[in-house]
């Protein structure tokens, strides 16, 4: 069973920073793109950053220059850092392995994780 186990969401203040992980086996690592999408209640999960196995990466508007999306091959391991956190981030994240085409094309796939909450809020 693909497992992509996420850690690293909490509470933080407007204008902090958080950092998720998430760790697969070396398999899917190799072979997928890895991404973050967000989900707040009653809205369609949104694509927040994409790498592709070859370190292209994407992000949506809202997050850019503000989010970092990093992989490591070696802990088979990607990470979202999140910095000038503002309350409208606040949803819950998944990683998820997903197929990177290009720019215009990423497609999220069927191995998610389990997601982590992020909030943010003074």
């Known amino acids: 069973q693909v497992q992509l186990v996420e850690s690293g969401g909490g509470l933080v203040q407007p204008g902090g920073s958080l950092k998720l992980s998430c760790a697969t086996s070396?398999?899917?690592?190799?072979?997928?793109?890895m991404g973050w999408y967000r989900q707040t209640p009653g809205k369609q999960r949104e694509l927040v950053a994409a790498i592709s196995t070859d370190g292209r990466i994407k992000y949506v508007d809202s997050v850019k220059d503000r989010f970092a999306i990093s992989r490591d091959n070696a802990k088979s391991t990607a990470y979202l850092q999140m910095n000038r956190l503002k309350p409208e981030d606040t949803a819950v994240y998944y990683c998820?392995?997903?197929?990177?085409?290009?720019?215009?094309?990423?497609?999220?796939?069927?191995?998610w994780g389990q997601g982590t909450q992020v909030t943010v809020s003074s």
């Open positions: 998820n392995a997903l197929k990177f085409y290009s720019d215009y094309d990423v497609r999220s796939g069927n191995y």
């Open positions: 070396e398999i899917i690592f190799s072979r997928w793109a």
